[in-house]
């Protein structure tokens, strides 16, 4: 009887404390660059009830309500956090920042780099901080530096990779294709990147290879996921070109990131050859909310609004070129202006659906709008003599003579509006070892163009072409269309890993299928990529991959200038147009090894590109002109190398070479293609001084080969020159007052809050280079032409400070 009464009495007492209501704590612990923690051990001070985050840093435990529960988090390494809950009651989301403990952990030393296997390569979102940028893009900026990228314009984020035009590159946020304006003809219009820096989570980049996931772009894919807070976080920058504010917060199943953007350049801008008012506003806002419905939906959406107003009355301009011994200066007196508009709105709405572990479902809504407004009218009186020196020390003056003198006028009001409506759905399935990704899309464009353009050139008083009979244009070029199209695109890969004891397999292989209803076009894009760690030689990653790979038109490429008894060009939409096509075999390995007791990865690719159905094109600034039917065939073939490493402690640095090769066949003449940059040289170089830790230096450099070009309205199968070669060089040099690594414990009120202040001073173009971005041609009445070199921007100087908190 005794047993029974105490078993009843134990039975009593385990439904008594089961009666009390309970608390669930979850979240999530982040380090200071916004990283899950795993390990850290939470528990409940003064009783056993603890818990460990897991590999996402998530974490949750349960206790019975009590007035006050304290809440103490842990992890080797860092400092202990505690957090206090008054009546916490039901269901509490507690989510945490753990910081390093710098008497526990001085140095974190990175054994070895992570491996490629595959076609993306990761890139840390941390490492284009505090770097000298001209454009405002930071990302774009780096990438500039890696194998196989060029750009030749630093107030651009454009970017031509490996032969390919800038229409060539796919970029993606959050898994969504984003488009460019039209009509940007010159880096002082374009403004602000597309991409903000500041609300970067991760970056992938691919410079060919890529899987059937993306879409049809021949070149390369930037792939950039935005980064969701897990608590309230934020950064301020400002500098002489302007400045930026993010901020971001979570509150149970919602999160939601803010960034605005402002530049206004015109002090780089006045560093140029002409000189004038000039007046250039560029801002940007966008955000990515993500609400958590349960468990298994969440709801997330994407907007940007970008304005970027470009206004400019030149005045003059003085433009020394050529040799010591072939010395000519171009002075031209303007009169009239230039307005030009680019607004850009774009918002993407996204339905996640995730039944289990294994799988995974996305259902998207966007909607992509651009209006586009170019308006000029300027003339000038322009002057082009030999220039030299004469004896006596006198220098500076004309001995030569005067090699063309005359007048012209520009005018243009081009505008242009379109909009992308874009519906598709995506899932994942893992099935063992194999992970399948399929997806189909619907695309529909709406494309509105009017385009007025016209010069008027005369030299000696004759106008320009000279008839004797009328004044006639030099270039005249009208468009008026309006036209709606449809695309449809469905994808279907497998990604399968395996561990043998030969070592690690990947294989990756897929088909895109796509359709246009304007050309009734249909393709078929098989795609695959290897992978190979070898079991033996772990410093060692081998890959392959190769595919069928298409340009599908857009606007631009479609777009054929056709000449009228007059002289006059005029635009026709060619529905004849087919797919530029490349097949790619690319080759690759990585080897990761120490040297000076520090990490290093060294990474070669060799590849080629065989083009078919090319849509010729000539480039002028950013200005990519296309001739509007398939008319060509080519190659591109090239080495591209990259060293990358640890160089000092914590920090990455990297040098990249490349030589390329690219070739098409243009009216029956083999030709460079434009873009036949055949050697760059690139480095992205950061440290921090021994003795003054707080100090950090950045350098990035590029030596690149020049362009081929030629004359306006001219093609290269009847001649072309180089332009030199461009040499760069941007230093920064940026100071913590608030040191991120040593938090010291005394911060009290606001200073607690704050992570980092950096200041920092930029030199652009710290070597005073004059690089070409174009050239003015200039022709006199004997229909003799020279070219007149359009100088980029002068060394400048700029001072920024940084806040992150």
């Known amino acids: 009887m005794k047993t029974l009464k105490y078993i009843l009495l134990i039975v009593c007492f385990i439904f008594s404390v089961d009666s009390y209501s309970k608390v669930t704590i979850h979240g999530k612990i982040l380090d200071e660059e916004n990283q899950p923690l795993e390990f850290v051990t939470v528990r409940i001070a003064g009783t056993a009830i603890g818990t460990s985050s897991n590999l996402d840093g998530d974490y949750s435990l349960s206790t019975t309500e009590q007035d006050t529960l304290k809440i103490v988090f842990s992890c080797i390494g860092y400092k202990e956090e505690t957090r206090q809950l008054i009546e916490a009651k039901g269901d509490v989301t507690l989510n945490m920042r753990m910081y390093t403990n710098s008497q526990i952990l001085k140095e974190v030393n990175v054994t070895e780099y992570r491996k490629q296997t595959g076609a993306m390569q990761k890139i840390d979102a941390n490492t284009f901080k505090l770097s000298p940028d001209v454009s405002g893009g930071g990302i774009e900026a780096m990438l500039t530096t890696m194998a196989g990228v060029n750009s030749s314009n630093e107030m651009s984020s454009q970017y031509s990779v490996r032969g390919g035009t800038y229409d060539e590159n796919s970029v993606y946020i959050n898994g969504i294709e984003i488009y460019r304006p039209q009509l940007i003809s010159s880096g002082q219009q374009e403004g602000l990147s597309v991409i903000n820096p500041d609300l970067v989570g991760e970056v992938e980049f691919s410079t060919g290879g890529f899987s059937a996931e993306y879409g049809d ?34 509150h149970k199943n919602f999160s939601q990131l803010h960034g605005f953007r402002y530049k206004s350049n015109s002090s780089l801008l006045s560093s140029m050859d002409t000189k004038g008012e000039y007046d250039p506003k560029y801002f940007d806002y966008q955000t990515n909310l993500s609400y958590k419905l349960n468990d298994k939906f969440k ?31 171009f002075k031209v007196y303007f009169d009239g202006q230039e307005k030009d508009k680019f607004e850009t709105y774009f918002g993407a709405l996204s339905l996640n659906y995730t039944p289990s572990k294994s799988s995974s479902y996305t259902l998207l809504v966007s909607g992509y709008l651009t209006n586009e407004l170019v308006a000029y009218d300027i003339s ?27 007048r012209y006028h520009e005018h243009s009001r081009n505008r242009l509006k379109a909009s992308v409506f874009t519906l598709s759905l995506k899932g994942n399935t893992g099935i063992n070892k194999h992970n399948l990704s399929y997806g189909i899309s619907f695309n529909r464009e709406e494309i509105f163009d009017c385009t007025r353009e016209w010069e008027l050139r005369d030299s000696a008083g004759y106008s320009l072409p ?8 030099i270039y005249n070029l009208s468009s008026n269309q309006d036209i709606s199209t449809n695309r449809m695109a469905f994808f279907v890969q497998d990604t399968y890993r395996i561990m043998s004891s030969k070592g690690y397999f990947t294989l990756n292989g897929g088909v895109r299928l796509s359709y246009w209803d304007f050309n009734k076009e249909l393709l078929l894009s098989p795609r695959i990529n290897v992978g190979f760690v070898p079991d033996k030689n772990q410093h060692w990653a081998f890959r392959f991959a190769t595919g069928l790979y298409y340009q599908s038109p857009f606007y631009k490429e479609y777009r054929q200038p056709v000449q009228d008894s007059n002289g006059n060009y005029i635009i026709k939409l060619n529905s004849d147009i087919k797919s530029q096509r490349s097949l790619h075999f690319i080759l690759g390995a990585d080897y990761t090894f120490r040297a000076f007791d520090r990490p290093f990865k ?38 591209d190398c990259k060293l990358f490493g640890q160089f000092v402690p914590g920090t990455d640095s990297w040098i990249s070479f490349s030589l390329m090769k690219t070739q098409e066949e243009l009216n029956g003449v083999n030709v460079p293609r434009p873009t036949d940059q055949r050697y760059s040289f690139a480095l992205f170089f950061t440290d921090y001084f021994p003795k003054c830790p707080k100090l950090k230096f950045s350098l990035r450099g590029i030596f690149s080969d020049g362009l081929p070009t030629t004359a306006p309205r001219g093609s290269r199968d009847k001649g072309y020159f180089r332009a030199p070669a461009y040499k760069r060089v941007d230093a920064g040099l940026s100071y913590a ?69």
């Open 217 to 250: 772009k021949m070149s390369s894919v930037l792939d950039i996921t935005y980064k969701e807070p897990q608590a309230f976080e934020g950064a301020l920058s400002l500098s002489l070109m302007g400045g930026s504010i993010a901020l971001g917060q979570n």
């Open 466 to 473: 000279s008839t004797g009979d009328a004044v006639n244009m």
């Open 737 to 805: 007052l608030l040191s991120p690594e040593r938090r010291e414990n005394s911060r009290t009120g606001l200073l607690r809050n704050i992570k980092s202040v950096w200041l920092g001073v930029d030199v652009f173009n710290l070597l005073d280079i004059s690089n070409v971005s174009s050239y003015y041609w200039v022709t006199d009445v004997n229909n003799l032409q020279y070219a007149v070199p359009n100088y980029l921007t002068r060394r400048q100087l700029n001072v920024r400070i940084s806040v992150d908190f």
């Open 299 to 329: 709801l997330s959406f994407l907007g940007n609004i970008a304005i970027n107003n470009y206004k400019f009355k030149p005045v003059n301009r003085t433009t020394n070129f050529g040799t010591s011994t072939d010395a000519k200066q």
């Open 380 to 406: 000038g009186e322009y002057w082009l003599d030999q220039a030299g020196t004469t004896g006596g020390g006198n220098s500076g003056s004309a001995v030569g003579g005067e090699l063309g003198v005359g």
């Open 602 to 639: 060294f990474s070669a690719e060799t590849y080629y590109k065989k083009i078919d159905n090319i849509i010729p094109y000539e480039v002028d600034n950013l200005k990519i002109t296309y001739s509007g039917v398939n008319s060509s065939n080519g190659y591109t073939a090239g080495i």
